[in-house]
């Protein structure tokens, strides 16, 4: 629906030319191909250009438009400045995030993770110190190590929290080899050896894991799964050094989540069991729940659907115990939809679709509609339980709202997600409504119908 008040942007619509919406919008992804960009652009994007519904395009979509027509400016495309879209008062788009959940297109991940750990002169020191940002013979030549403080600790705990963000944006698939550097850096602290105080040493203990963790999530995302498997591992030895019950409990958990994602059930349920009794004296009723959800989605891999019940049954119990001060801060993306969601999985694993897919609707109207990635996971997931119970033009039309986020989203595993259930809808083709998805979907994913 085009918003109260949008201007047409005619100064688009004249490039075009005598070009359909849809030959545009090919044209749009082969120059996005040609400049390394990916952007999901069809028809109904260049029809909501053209309305005016769009304001201002995202960075990738800039970068495209900019390669097309070089030597313009996006006001030249008949587009708002970037700056009066995203100021104190500007309204949000639905292809401009608001101004309260600020972010930075893929492309630009790199300088952002890089410039948390250049925030002071003591943490560029000591990065240069250990010989992470030049040449192998600078690095043989280095002097000793120096102390590590809080201006190193406190960039890697920043750089956890802003790689948790752009995931919460984007997707893993184009953060994954950007976050990897960070992680280096953080290690080579730890290798130093040379905390200056106790406390420094435990937060920066906790702060590596807590990346390795995050960076494994990236991998794990993006289809990287010995990398993620590799990295979880190396956040678990972190905890068992440092002897830190918390990021033990979240190594776990993550560990789990990958065994249930790459066929191995069993796995699955041993890695949730170790992270509940980790997490047993932590005092975080969420925590527990979180866990006993990974533990029910194992259960349900191996078809145990008494055990995956009480498990659920576990998770509902904590999870209603509601917040506590012990919380950990990761743990932010856990609420209501995200429980909806993850019990969902288990009916569907489970094959009970009906059931899964009302979870599944919960979830997509309880999520937060700023965190793009997971609204278009839950929307996936919709889709894939509504095409096995029957509900084809549901499905479909629930597919169409994925794609319209697959702009914004990077994410092998959603799309692998999506890619399961249009295959479970093409003998359904003969229904308009899943004809129109189907014909979108080869259209945005280059692929043939």
């Known amino acids: 629906m085009v918003s109260t008040g949008a201007v047409p942007n005619l100064a688009f619509r004249r490039l075009r030319g005598q ?21 999901a652009c069809d028809a109904r994007y260049i029809g909501r250009v053209e309305s005016g519904e769009i304001r201002c395009p995202n960075y990738a979509y800039e970068r495209v438009f900019l390669h097309m027509f070089p030597g313009t400016t996006l006001v030249d495309l008949g587009f708002s400045s970037r700056e009066t879209v995203r100021g104190r008062g500007a309204r949000a788009t639905a292809d401009t995030p608001p101004p309260t959940a600020p972010h930075r297109d893929t492309d630009e991940e790199s300088d952002v993770l890089r410039r948390v750990f250049m925030t002071s002169g003591t943490a560029t020191m000591a990065t240069a110190t250990l010989g992470l940002g030049g040449t192998p013979a600078a690095a043989a030549a280095r002097p000793a190590p120096r102390r590590v403080g809080e201006a190193e600790v406190s960039a890697v705990e920043k750089a956890v929290r802003q790689i948790r963000l752009l995931d919460d944006r984007h997707g893993g698939d184009g953060l994954y080899r950007k976050a990897s550097q960070p992680l280096r850096i953080a290690y080579a602290l730890l290798d130093s050896g040379v905390a200056a105080k106790r406390s420094t040493a435990g937060r920066l203990h906790a702060g590596a894991g807590e990346l390795a963790i995050s960076v ?52 699955s349920v041993r890695a949730a069991e170790a992270g509940q ?20 989605g194992g259960r349900a891999g191996l078809g145990d659907r008494t055990g995956c019940e009480r498990a659920i049954g576990r998770a509902h119990a904590a999870f209603g115990r509601g917040r506590s001060d012990a919380d950990p801060e990761w743990m932010s993306f856990f609420r209501e939809a995200e429980l909806e969601f993850l019990e969902a999985q288990c009916w ?17 109207r309880l999520q937060d509609p700023h965190f793009t990635r997971n609204l278009a996971l ?8 509504l095409a096995r119970a029957g509900e084809a033009a549901q499905a479909a039309a629930e597919g169409h ?7 914004r989203v990077r994410s092998t595993r959603i ?35």
């Open 216 to 267: 494994g999530w990236l991998a794990h995302d993006s289809g990287r799964f010995e990398d993620a498997r590799s990295h979880y591992a190396e956040a678990l030895a972190t905890a068992r050094v440092a002897g830190d019950a918390a990021l033990e409990a979240h190594a776990f958990c993550n560990a789990s989540f990958l065994a249930r994602d790459t066929g191995r059930p069993r796995e």
């Open 415 to 449: 799309r692998a997600m999506l890619a399961g259930s249009v295959t479970a809808l093409r003998p359904q083709r003969g229904t308009r409504e899943v004809r129109e998805f189907l014909e979108r979907y080869a259209e945005v994913s280059g692929t043939q119908e």
């Open 401 to 407: 709202r994925v794609l319209d986020l697959l702009d």
């Open 277 to 296: 009794r980790a997490a047993q004296p932590l005092g975080s009723p969420r925590l527990l729940a979180l866990l006993a959800l990974r533990e029910a």
């Open 19 to 39: 070009r359909s919406a849809g030959e545009f919008a090919a044209a749009v992804r082969r120059a996005a191909r040609e400049i390394g960009e990916q952007v």
């Open 348 to 364: 569907s694993v489970l094959g009970e679709w009906s059931r899964a897919a009302r979870h599944a609707r919960r979830a997509v």
């Open 378 to 385: 839950y929307r996936t997931e919709l889709t894939w339980d």
